[in-house]
């Protein structure tokens, strides 16, 4: 039987939160795969975090932050990719797809779009297949 | 009198701490304590001897410890402190507390990660074209965590990697190709020290077993953390481990050294200082011979700091475990030796000397004029 995969989304609390508790007023589908984590701002996910997700079995990690132009504290977004870039490269040392880990940002009104992606991504993940980290 | 918990009764014989004297000498010998800190390795002995290791003085000393040796060599009584405090470690780690780690700790998610058996790595990336390797052979040379380093302090400009290469160059002169692995797993040092046993076992055998399968004989490594835990922790966890363990030190004393090529070595207009690495330093023919390396190429004017005579300090941290204001003092304060020495250049052996001296360079010292390098990569310039 096919292992279910796991997804770990890390979701800014100003507009990314706002999208999401949006889905949940609206009907917008949450997938099952999808484990939420809010945080004050997507720049406090840094390597040593996103490092430690992939240690802990998840097979996807989506950081989730605000519009560039958006941020309440500045340079949250800008951080946020400088974090995941320097990511992708350990990423890469160890074999694992880049794609696995992957930034978005959206504006509060947002849930459509917030709920399209988390199904793209699960199905992108899917694809890939599960991590080898703790794969059986 | 026996202790009241098994466990820790047994720790404290197995390290030999009722043996201890109460004399000073580890407290006098201390890194950390020479800073300022309340800190004291007899004071935690007795201290768990009579309330056991919940005391808070006894956590706060069990990670605040460097476990760099420096006690365990002038204790008269052959208390192994480094080894009680790593058991220490142990028993807070089984008991499902978290650890006191540094740079969130990153380098042992990398190191749990690499136990997986179906993980796949890309670490031969950096490789230039102009070094021989083989894919099986007798011999290996084990970069260790260099490829991550490069890409983990990014911002410290140390060009990791090239250290590798500079260190397979020197392989090449000795008339030695080696194996280099693309999926070579850690050797677990850092989690063998920072009290992980299972993990550590775990990364161990999946690290033997992808070696053993390129038929390999010999592991050649330019890291004394890898050189230790290869010769003295691996055959203590692996029934079957038969490799031969050498230095790259020691490929170089041998191949190098007296040798046809050791006069064409280039002369450097430079004035050095080296730094000693704590776990070479357990092995008092091989930490001679980066000197007598320094010795033989010309021009160099080597400048020994005022505390290398009793045994160099360490750099401040050990396996990724705390980096507080403790550590930045003894960096700064071996950094300041060196500068007092007049040299342009800090020589050191261990790559996580480089890193944390590097990290202090850039924060401290970006005014003066000191520059750090590793002992191989010096070498492979004056080899050039």
Redesign the interface.
Same mark, same amino acid.
């Given at each position: 039987m096919k292992q279910k995969i796991k997804v770990l989304a890390f979701l800014c609390n100003w507009a990314p939160w706002s999208c999401y508790t949006g889905m949940g007023e609206m009907g917008l589908p949450v997938p099952g795969e999808v484990n939420v984590i809010r945080v004050m701002c997507s720049a406090r996910i840094n390597t040593p975090l996103l490092l430690k997700a992939f240690e802990k079995g998840a097979d996807g990690v989506l950081v989730v932050g605000c519009r560039m132009d958006n941020c309440q504290n500045g340079k949250g977004p800008e951080m946020a990719e400088k974090n995941i870039a320097h990511s992708h490269e350990i990423l890469e040392l160890l074999g694992l797809e880049r794609e696995r880990l992957q930034f978005k940002y959206y504006l509060a009104h947002e849930s459509e779009k917030l709920s399209l992606d988390m199904q793209r991504f699960v199905k992108q993940i899917e694809d890939i297949g599960k991590s080898p980290i703790l794969r059986k | 009198m026996s202790h009241p918990n098994k466990d820790l009764e047994h720790i404290i014989k197995e390290t030999g701490v009722y043996q201890c004297l109460d004399c000073g000498k580890c407290t006098g010998a201390c890194p950390v304590a020479e800073t300022g800190k309340v800190f004291s390795p007899r004071l935690a002995a007795s201290r768990i001897i009579e309330k056991g290791d919940s005391d808070p003085y006894v956590q706060e000393f069990v990670w605040a410890c460097l476990t760099c040796g420096r006690c365990d060599d002038r204790c008269p009584s052959g208390v192994r402190f480094s080894d009680f405090v790593r058991l220490l470690r142990c028993r807070w780690i089984d008991s499902g507390k978290p650890g006191v780690y540094s740079?969130?700790?990153?380098m042992l998610?990398?190191m749990?990660?690499?136990s997986?058996p179906?993980?796949?790595? !890309?670490?031969k990336s950096f490789l230039p074209s102009e070094i021989n390797t083989v894919s099986r052979g007798k011999v290996l040379y084990f970069t260790g965590c260099l490829?991550?380093f490069d890409?983990?302090f990014?911002n410290l400009d140390l060009n990791m990697v090239q250290m590798a290469a500079d260190s397979l160059k020197i392989l090449n002169r000795c008339d030695i190709e080696p194996v280099v692995l693309n !999926?070579e797993r850690c050797c677990g040092h850092d989690l063998f020290w920072a009290g992980d046993q299972r993990g550590f076992a775990k990364l161990a055998k999946e690290s033997y077993e992808e070696i053993k399968d390129h038929g390999v004989q010999e592991v050649i490594t330019s890291c004394p953390e890898c050189f230790y835990t290869f010769k003295e922790i691996f055959p203590q966890v692996l029934n079957n481990f038969d490799l031969k363990v050498t230095h790259i030190y020691e490929s170089i004393e041998d191949r190098l050294i007296g040798r046809s090529c050791d006069s064409k070595l280039k002369p450097l207009d430079l004035k050095v200082s080296f730094k000693d690495s704590c776990r070479l330093n357990f092995y008092k023919d091989i930490s001679q011979i980066p000197r007598k390396i320094l010795e033989r190429i010309k021009g160099l004017n080597i400048r020994e700091t005022s505390g290398s005579q009793i045994g160099d300090i360490c750099c401040g941290n050990s396996a990724w475990v705390g980096c507080g204001g403790h550590s930045k003092i003894i960096q700064m304060k071996r950094l300041r030796e060196t500068l007092d020495t007049g040299s342009q250049l800090l020589v050191t052996s261990c790559p996580k000397c480089l890193i944390h001296l590097q990290c202090t360079i850039k924060d401290f010292y970006s005014g003066e004029k000191l520059e750090i390098k590793d002992m191989v990569s010096l070498l492979a310039v004056a080899l050039d």
């Open positions: - | 740079h969130g700790g990153a998610s990398l749990r990660m690499m997986s179906h993980l796949r790595q !890309n670490r490829p991550y890409v983990f990014k !999926n």
